[in-house]
């Protein structure tokens, strides 16, 4: 008996990490085009590169660990059942309850591990793709001005450059020409030979600029304007409005939120999205159990088709479990429903206008200090 029982479970394990890793592979190639562009615009290395690669995996996990049981289940059962294998052991005197046994081994481990990214590991992948792409909004703009184009989303600025020289931790500009438009009657404008361009913090850019002259108009006599040239002066650059770098659905700073947090916010005011974050952080590694419990009967019955019935069952079940699962919480985002979840919270208060907005998740501060208390 412990000799069938490794057998069925090394074949259902086969099975479940091909699918993980196969599944995996097709949710990460959506947000590839976007992790390519963060590397050109920003100047990535391959070691920011392969760092936002492995942020995302919890994300990832969190959905493809149950689809994983289920493809490992259904498929490994399937192909005992199309060699007739099942057919002599249940002639032997195994029942269907034998077969649940061996396969909420795989589903309970699965559970564990789900339980694990979600509740630990990705609420801090994700405090991480928050601080990165905090990191990267700023420094696309130091590293990645494109020569001879006219950039108007700095604050109250348009920047012109004839010439970009990336360097080690700082860029090097020719022929700048800026104008502060704080004042649009009065613009002063400002040009330079040359600049060298680092991040003085997050939000702000630092320009040394060589060589130059500022060019000022007079408010009384709006016919004259004054002109002073200098040899180096430093200017200021604010890049708060540089906040287009994103890496995926997973940048809001709900996703990001620790457990032990989240479960002092479900007792707040406006907590309906935290009780859906926390419903979703046990009722994923969950699926697990449900999903199992579905695949077992379907994976013993012998079918023509073998293998491949098996996979079309996985997939139909996968995207009717996920199509509930998501109109659940847009039900809850909304507020017109009473969704219970496997530890007894509810989700019944409504979302204010500010937070009905689309997406998986209302859109929240940008990072952990700007969390409510």
């Given amino acids: 008996m412990r000799i069938l029982t490794r057998y069925i479970l090394g074949e259902i394990l086969s099975h479940a990490l091909i699918g993980c890793a196969l599944f995996t ?42 689809m994983s049981v289920l493809v490992g289940i259904l498929l490994g059962l399937s192909r005992l059942a199309a060699d007739s294998e099942i057919v002599a052991m249940r ?24 339980i694990v990214n979600s509740l630990w590991i990705a609420p801090r992948a994700n405090q991480a793709i928050l601080d990165l792409q905090q990191s990267l909004a700023a420094s696309q703009a130091s590293y990645q001005i494109q020569p001879r184009v006219f950039y108007e989303d700095f604050h109250n600025a348009v920047l012109y450059v004839q010439d970009v020289r990336s360097g080690a931790g700082a860029a090097n500009w020719k022929q700048i020409f800026m104008a502060d438009v704080t004042d649009p009657a009065s613009p002063r404008i400002t040009t330079a030979e040359s600049a060298t361009v680092v991040n003085e913090s ?37 890049v708060s409005a540089q906040n287009d770098v994103r890496l995926g659905r997973m940048d809001t700073a709900v996703y990001a939120i620790p457990t032990s947090a989240l479960l002092e916010r479900i007792h707040q005011p406006d907590n309906t999205r935290f009780l859906i974050e926390l419903n979703n952080r046990f009722s994923y590694p969950a699926a697990c159990i449900v999903l199992m419990l579905v695949g077992v009967p379907l994976g013993v019955v012998s079918r023509r088709g073998g293998k491949s019935s098996g996979f079309v069952f996985t997939l139909l ?35 204010p206008p500010e937070h009905s907005s689309s997406g998986r998740w209302p859109a929240v501060a940008a990072s952990s200090a700007d969390w409510p208390t």
């Fill in 317 to 351: 079940l996968v995207i009717l479990y996920y199509i509930l699962s998501y109109t659940g919480v847009a039900l809850a985002r909304q507020g017109s429903s009473r969704l219970a979840s496997p530890c007894g919270w509810r989700t019944s208060s409504s979302l």
């Fill in 25 to 66: 592979f097709i949710l990460f190639m959506p947000r590839l085009p976007q992790i390519l562009e963060m590397m050109v615009r920003s100047g990535s290395t391959f070691t920011n590169v392969l760092e936002v690669f492995l942020f995302l995996l919890p994300n990832l996990f969190w959905v493809t660990i149950p």
């Fill in 202 to 238: 997050p939000q702000e850019l630092l320009m040394r600029l060589r060589n130059g002259e500022q060019i000022e108009g007079v408010p009384s006599h709006p016919d004259q304007y004054s002109v002073s040239t200098f040899a180096t002066t430093d200017l200021p650059l604010s």
């Fill in 91 to 114: 002639a032997s005197g195994l029942g269907i309850g034998y077969f649940v046994r061996v396969a909420s081994i795989v589903a309970v481990g699965g559970a564990l591990l789900g």
